[in-house]
């Protein structure tokens, strides 16, 4: 059976099945967003399919960067790993140290010229 031949297949089931009240209105299923994202990827217009389905363009745009995002995760040569958000942490950290040390420079070289030094809010 060829591919659009199962797609259109899909399709009159799944809109049999929103006829029989079988799914919530409005609502999607992974599945059913993958294959009208795989319908989109293989040329059928974006604006057709959002008044064929009962949604916006703009819904169907944001599953299809989400679909392509990951994907994309999918591919990276390093699987995500439990240290990353430890790392990212630190270079947090390290972002806010730099940050501070910046600002102590600035005020030890306005004291050794004699500079004023700007006011402090008051902290919060």
């Known amino acids: 059976m060829g591919r659009r031949k199962r797609d259109k297949k899909a399709l009159a089931r799944a809109t049999a099945a929103d006829a029989d009240g079988l799914r919530e209105p409005g609502r999607f299923s992974a599945r059913r967003k993958m ?6 990827l293989r040329g ?11 949604v916006t363009a703009a819904t169907l745009a944001t599953w299809r960067e989400q679909f392509l995002a990951g994907g994309q995760a999918a591919l990276k040569s390093r699987p995500a790993d439990d240290r ?22 600035e005020r030890c070289h306005r004291m050794e010229a004699n500079q004023p030094l700007p006011r402090r809010r008051p902290s919060e």
């Open 44 to 54: 059928e217009p974006l604006d057709g399919l959002a008044r064929e389905l009962g």
């Open 35 to 40: 294959e009208t994202i795989l319908r989109m």
């Open 84 to 105: 990353d958000d430890e790392i990212q942490r630190l270079r947090a950290k390290v972002g806010e140290i730099t940050m501070n040390n910046e600002l102590l420079l």
